[in-house]
């Protein structure tokens, strides 16, 4: 229930990034979701009595590798990708959720 949820709300997200021909479209979104729900859900039952805040941190930072891949800087000052990788972050709290 969980998973599918999470998977469900990132491809929603991930449909508007699409619409608007950017890279990360509603698949990414949807993984990305998938995957910190799965890392929240299965911290707890492999480790037990260990830190979950920590599993949390390190979803967060490998979600921040993503969103750091998908910041380009073009000709001159502008800068592309950044709404891209705030709802990558976005899609992963929701997931740890």
Do not use: C, N, Y
Request: hydrophobic share 55%; aromatic share 6%.
């Amino acid at each position: 229930g969980r998973l599918v949820l999470a998977a469900l709300l990132g491809f929603l997200i991930g449909l508007e990034r699409e619409f608007r021909g950017q890279a990360a479209g509603e698949r990414t979104h949807a993984l990305v979701a998938l995957g910190a729900a799965a890392f929240a859900l299965i911290s707890p039952r492999g480790f037990p009595g260990g830190d979950a805040t920590r599993v949390a941190a390190g979803v967060v930072t490998g979600i921040g590798f993503l969103g750091a891949g998908m910041i380009l800087k073009k000709e001159g000052e502008k800068i592309e990708g950044l709404t891209t990788a705030a709802g990558i972050w976005a899609v992963g709290a929701i997931g740890l959720a």
